[in-house]
């Protein structure tokens, strides 16, 4: 459900992130044009879990759901995401199929970054595309930790 980006400043809506906080105006400036202004209503699935994507988003507003489906007959809440998180890192890092499915709690408004975006991003500006993966790259790993510690107290 794509909507008119005209009326969105995409940078500010970046910046305005927890991943866009890292970078200067200007470098949130140059990732802006490669980032695409979309909404989702209430409800509607934005993937889900096992489907391939190329994508991840940043989450400007609204409340979406991480849901891991555990069996056929389970789906649990793994986190609640509002404004300024991201989501969809894992697929858009190794192409892999998605680890979870993600549904709109209430109305979202998400900015995307598609893989192919990404790509033309390094082609012309690599300094802050690396630094947009590095960024990415240590948020994965902190869940990871976070996910790892769980597990820990759980034994």
Do not use: W
Not at 13 to 31: Q, R, V
Not at 131 to 140: G, N, P
Request: proline residues 2%; negative net charge.
């Amino acid at each position: 459900m794509a909507t008119n980006t005209d009326q969105i400043d995409t940078a500010q809506l970046f910046a305005a992130s927890k991943l866009g906080k890292h970078f200067t105006a200007d470098e949130c400036a140059i990732i802006a044009p490669y980032l695409e202004y979309t909404h989702y209503a209430k409800g509607h699935s934005i993937f889900v879990q096992g489907e391939t994507g190329d994508f991840m988003a940043f989450l400007g507003h609204g409340v979406v759901e991480v849901i891991k489906d555990i069996s056929k007959t389970r789906d649990t809440i793994i986190v609640i995401l509002g404004p300024g998180n991201s989501f969809g890192e894992l697929s858009f890092v190794d192409g892999e199929p998605r680890s979870a499915s993600v549904l709109a709690r209430e109305d979202v408004e998400l900015l995307i970054m598609h893989k192919s975006q990404f790509l033309a991003m390094r082609q012309q500006h690599l300094e802050t595309a690396f630094k947009f993966l590095e960024l990415i790259a240590k948020q994965i790993s902190k869940r990871l930790r976070l996910t790892t510690k769980e597990l820990v107290y759980r034994a």
